[in-house]
């Protein structure tokens, strides 16, 4: 049959080796990396200033050593994650259900949008003295803040994914006899998946901001513990190494959530960012 | 030849004195985009369903597909009163309606696995289906790696390997580019001289009508009516070389002649909506 309107499909671009790439893929990172503490160390030659203010990378770099050697730097690290990560799971699993279903009814959307809405534009700061006076000063309450902070972003996304679920894909679903169940299953979901990868990325920021914001002022344990202590006994060296640390988490975690949009997404035309 | 329906063929579709009316989102006045429709389509018969937009001739095609209710009057496919969509009819739609996140193979499926007719036979039947309309190779494209007309060939796959025994096709080729539409149309007479079953194809082009259907209903403006039913008494197969026919030619003028009194009364923008409303 003759295909006058094909266009080449799926071309599978050949070339490169795979070390050659993967070099390629990690030089752009190491380079500015390096130019960022080398631009650092030329501050601190150049203005020499006190290092209790505002230390030179050498210094942060030896107590990130000393903290990892004493034990100090991994323990904090996964006490964050740990109230992260059961934040985080707590959030999707009320957040996902919770958004398809309001998504779905407009009247529960009637019910629920003002609140909603007036939670996600609430600082979750405000929540976090209420939440010490629920919960006390350890884990239980750096999980609730996470909650808080990522369950409504995620949720508010997903309503949003199955509300604008494309008119024409419904009607061919039901023209070949979809139920309920089908349509839910095979059209819903899938078209919102997109959103809801943008709401759990949007919900691990915000639940990144949750966790500090506890850690840093209840001293309820964790990296911003760390930070806080050290600021307090004057180790600025320390509290750089530990900063830096929670840098390097955020960024991969953000890195992480952007390419499960970005594969939840890849079926899109226009790719969110 | 497939002329006007004969007494004693088996109808494929037996509308009576339809009605569909809307209510405007905007003012909540009624609009009436359908009244005392009345239309038969034979078994085997390529019936298109020509008129000004906005006439409703997508609407009754959504009754007949069982996704618009009908506010009065009657539809019967092949003898059996429509309360909904059924396994014995498909539709392609105008827009297309691929599931974005889908592969041509995968969407060809869908319709499948919406009727629940999964089974060891699908591969084979999916793959058939595809080399039917012309896109084997590409089995593992996603939608938007496709051309329109290709999207369209996706399109009618889908709704041709549920074997439905009518097809309901609403602006199929309106989308599309003029050649590829050329094209679009010829093989889609090659396609369903195959399989052979009952069509209903709503056009707004009044040489594709004329091209590919054995009859032609004329619709009024809105509320739309049945105008004058056309028969295409053209041979088959026909060609492009076919168009330069007198025969054609006087049809197509007539058809043409029956649209011009039923322009548009209101506002394009008016009619736009309607047209999508329906």
Redesign the interface.
């Known amino acids: 049959m003759a295909t006058a309107t094909v266009t080449e499909p799926l071309l599978v671009k050949k070339g490169r080796p795979l070390w050659l790439r993967l070099v390629l893929r990690v030089l752009p990172g190491i380079v500015s990396f390096a130019a960022f503490i080398g631009l650092w160390q030329l501050l601190i030659v150049v203005f020499d200033p006190n290092p209790i203010l505002f230390p030179g990378p050498g210094e942060v770099g030896e107590e990130f050593v000393t903290a990892w050697r004493e034990g100090e730097l991994w323990p904090a690290v996964s006490n964050s994650m740990r109230a992260m990560f059961i934040g985080l799971v707590i959030s999707l699993v009320v957040g996902i259900p919770l958004g398809l279903a309001i998504g779905m009814s407009p009247t529960a959307d009637l019910l629920t949008s003002p609140y909603l809405w007036a939670f996600f534009a609430m600082p979750r700061i405000a929540l976090a003295p209420l939440m010490i006076v629920f919960f006390g000063f350890g884990m239980e309450v750096k999980i609730w803040l996470v909650v808080l902070s990522a369950v409504v972003p995620i949720l508010l996304s997903c309503k949003e994914g199955v509300q604008t679920v494309d008119e024409s894909l419904v009607n061919a679903a039901r023209s070949f006899g979809a139920g309920r169940l089908e349509m839910f299953a095979k059209v819903i979901t899938p078209y919102t998946l997109p959103f809801i990868a943008s709401g759990v990325r949007n919900g691990i920021s915000r639940g990144f901001v949750g966790l500090l914001v506890i850690e840093l002022t209840v001293g309820s344990g964790g990296i911003g513990t760390e930070v806080m202590q050290s600021m307090r006994n004057f180790n600025t060296g320390r509290m750089f190494a530990f900063a830096s640390t929670l840098i390097a988490i955020a960024l991969v975690l953000i890195s992480l959530s952007r390419r499960l949009e970005a594969y939840a997404s890849r079926w899109r035309e226009e790719v969110a960012v | 030849m497939q002329g006007a329906p004969r007494e004693g063929r088996e109808m494929a579709v037996e509308a009576r004195n339809v009605a569909v009316a809307y209510e405007r989102t905007r003012d909540k006045s009624t609009l009436i985009a359908l009244e005392n429709f009345t239309l038969d389509v034979a078994e085997g018969e390529f019936l298109a369903i020509v008129g000004p937009s906005g006439c409703g001739k997508s609407t009754f095609l959504n009754v007949v597909?069982?996704?618009v209710p009908a506010a009065a009057g009657e539809v019967r496919v092949f003898g059996k009163p429509v309360t909904?969509?059924?396994?014995d009819?498909?539709?392609v739609?105008q827009?297309y309606?691929?599931?974005?996140?889908?592969t041509v193979e995968s969407n060809v499926r869908?319709?499948l696995?919406?009727?629940h007719r999964i089974d060891s036979g699908t591969k084979t039947k999916i793959a058939e289906y595809i080399?039917?309309?012309?896109?084997t190779?590409?089995e593992?494209?996603?939608?938007?790696?496709?051309?329109?007309?290709?999207r369209q060939r996706v399109g009618l796959a889908r709704a041709l390997v549920?074997e439905p025994r009518l097809l309901l096709m609403d602006e199929p080729f309106a989308a599309v580019d003029a050649?590829?539409r050329e094209?679009m149309q010829e093989?889609l007479t090659k396609i369903v001289a195959k399989t052979g079953q009952p069509i209903i194809f709503i056009t707004h082009g009044v040489d594709e009508a004329v091209t590919l259907a054995d009859r032609i209903a004329v619709v009024t403006n809105r509320p739309g009516r049945i105008k004058e039913i056309v028969p295409v008494d053209l041979p088959r197969p026909r060609s492009r070389a076919s168009r330069q026919l007198p025969e054609f030619q006087a049809l197509r003028d007539h058809v043409w002649d029956l649209l011009a009194t039923e322009r548009p009364a209101k506002a394009e923008a008016e009619t736009v909506t309607a047209a999508r409303e329906s």
């Open positions: 597909a069982g996704l909904g969509p059924g396994p009819r498909a539709v739609f827009d309606a691929l599931m974005p996140w889908r869908f319709g696995e919406m009727q080399e039917m309309v012309g896109l190779g590409f593992k494209a996603y939608p938007r790696e496709l051309s329109g007309g290709m549920t050649m590829t094209l093989e």
